[in-house]
């Protein structure tokens, strides 16, 4: 059984840095991708990044660029999310997840498995 288990948030302020990780455990995934997604209260689920396991290409959504990294240790089988220049709009529940597809990354309806999510809140 495929298990996502993320990491690392917590309370932050603004302009500070947090690193978020995801453990995968039960599968080994050779193809297909990574993705962070996010969710405020009162919002949709919105999409942050992706990271392809085979040849480690990344994908992130514009109001991140710049400030989110996302990478990948394969031996590991982790992901992570490195956040620099938070700001307070950044807050969510941040949710690591598991797609085989190799196109369109940043729709969360072709995740299969999905993390149990971690809390990052930024303060002003």
């Known amino acids: 059984q495929v298990q996502l288990v993320e990491s690392g948030g917590g309370l932050v302020q603004a302009g500070g840095s947090l690193r978020l990780s995801c453990a995968v455990s039960?599968?080994?995934?050779?193809?297909?991708?990574m993705g962070w997604f996010r969710q405020a209260p009162g919002k949709e689920r919105e999409f942050v990044a992706a990271?392809?396991?085979?040849?480690?290409?990344?994908y992130t959504t514009d109001s991140v660029k710049g400030r989110f990294t996302i990478s990948r240790n394969n031996v590991k089988n982790t992901v992570y999310l490195q956040m620099n220049s938070l700001k307070p709009e950044d807050t969510a529940v941040y949710y690591c997840?598991?797609?085989?597809?190799?196109?369109?990354?940043?729709?969360?309806?072709?995740?299969?498995?999905w993390g149990q999510g971690t809390q990052v809140t930024v303060s002003p």
């Open positions: 990271i392809s396991w085979s040849d480690g290409s990344t």
């Open positions: 039960g599968r080994t995934f050779s193809r297909g991708a």
């Open positions: 997840a598991s797609t085989s597809y190799g196109y369109s990354w940043n729709a969360a309806t072709n995740y299969g498995y």
